[in-house]
């Protein structure tokens, strides 16, 4: 947990505006994901990137973006927060065939 | 769920007994992990197995992997109340090249 980092741990927020959820790690993995999870519930990834420049979407339809301009960033990017968007949002890396590494999430409550 | 399922949904033992949880999948994969979570966290790797291999341990962690049966048990022996989390397995897809998460299983350990 201690080598990929998200800001802000906790996010309270008011409908329309635009959020940026910060992720870094620093272990120099090619591979990132952003997963979405509700409480008590299954993780859901919504983007995924496998090196600079590269980004897709995941199985779960986000209205959210993501981009990859540095190996070690990977922000995601809310353009107009909604309450249905209220979730736990996490972030992870991995290489080859290992185990992801994740961080420690972002609580998103839009109201 | 889209790939995998955790058998039970809760699981509540005392400390010292053993914690077994189990999990199902539908198609092909290259490996199967665990994970655990602590409530309001990020996710912990914990083991992976292969879609060759059918049995590992790590401490007092010990998988099984029956891909005949699309299936996976989680055995911890000898629980402690710090065990207490819940633990969600996860398929590396044979076609796909990323992971799948299931529900998880909650489990509390009683001191």
């Known amino acids: 947990e201690a080598d990929i980092y998200q800001t802000p741990r906790y996010l309270v927020i008011g409908t329309g505006k635009k959020i940026t959820l910060e992720c870094s790690q620093t272990?120099?993995?090619?591979?990132m994901y952003w997963y979405q999870q509700d409480p008590g519930m299954e993780l859901h990834l919504i983007h995924y990137s496998y090196g600079v420049n590269s980004t897709e979407k995941g199985d779960l339809s986000s209205e959210s973006t993501v981009s990859r301009i540095r190996t070690e960033h990977f922000p995601l990017t809310l353009e107009s927060a909604r309450p249905s968007h209220t979730s736990q949002y996490l972030c992870?890396?991995?290489?080859?065939?290992?185990?992801?590494?994740f961080g420690s999430g972002t609580r998103l409550t839009v109201v | 769920s889209q790939q995998g399922e955790e058998d039970p949904q809760a699981l509540s033992i005392q400390e010292g007994e053993n914690a077994t949880m189990n999990c199902s999948y539908k198609t092909s994969i290259n490996n199967l992990q665990w994970y655990r979570q602590n409530s309001g966290r990020g996710l912990v790797h914990l083991i992976l197995?292969?879609?060759?291999?059918r049995e590992k341990h790590s401490g007092r962690l010990r998988v099984t992997l029956d891909t005949s049966k699309k299936s996976s048990s989680l055995l911890i022996t000898a629980s402690r109340a710090a065990d207490t989390a819940s633990y969600f397995c996860a398929t590396d897809l044979q076609y796909g090249n990323k992971l799948v998460f299931g529900a998880g299983t909650i489990l509390r350990v009683k001191s």
């Open positions: 272990m120099g993995h090619d591979k």
């Open positions: 992870a890396s991995s290489e080859g065939e290992g185990g992801y590494t």
């Open positions: 197995i292969r879609s060759n291999e």
